[in-house]
């Protein structure tokens, strides 16, 4: 079975920094793309960033870009989303996707497979 075990919410202020992992089984690490999304109350949910873990190529969403950073650790088959300097515009339930494609753009549709979601409070 192919899953993803997403992890790294929680409840932090304005500024602060949330690591977010998203580890995978069931499928090969290098022929597959991660994209995070978000989904903020009342609200669609977004693509914010993707990988292409066989070639490394990174897109992010210009409202994240300089803030968040993605990462991922072969050996371990997990991904990561490092999230600095949080806004209260940050506050959303944030998943992990994955897909056997190339990332084209920071919000990559369809994915085929996807992690839970992690809720992301932050305070101002």
């Known amino acids: 079975d192919v899953q993803l075990q997403a992890s790294g919410g929680g409840l932090v202020q304005a500024g602060g920094s949330l690591k977010h992992s998203c580890t995978a089984s069931?499928?090969?690490?290098?022929?597959?793309?991660i994209g995070w999304f978000r989904q903020a109350p009342e609200k669609e949910r977004e693509g914010i960033a993707c990988i292409s873990s066989g070639n490394g190529t990174r897109f992010y969403k210009d409202s994240v870009k300089g803030r968040f950073a993605m990462s991922s650790d072969s050996a371990k088959n997990t991904w990561y989303l490092q999230t600095n300097n949080l806004t209260p515009e940050d506050t959303a339930v944030y998943y992990c996707?994955?897909?056997?494609?190339?990332?084209?753009?920071?919000?990559?549709?369809?994915?085929?497979?996807w992690g839970k979601g992690t809720l992301v409070t932050v305070s101002s």
């Open positions: 069931g499928f090969t690490f290098d022929d597959h793309a």
């Open positions: 996707a994955a897909t056997p494609r190339t990332c084209s753009s920071y919000s990559r549709y369809p994915m085929d497979y």
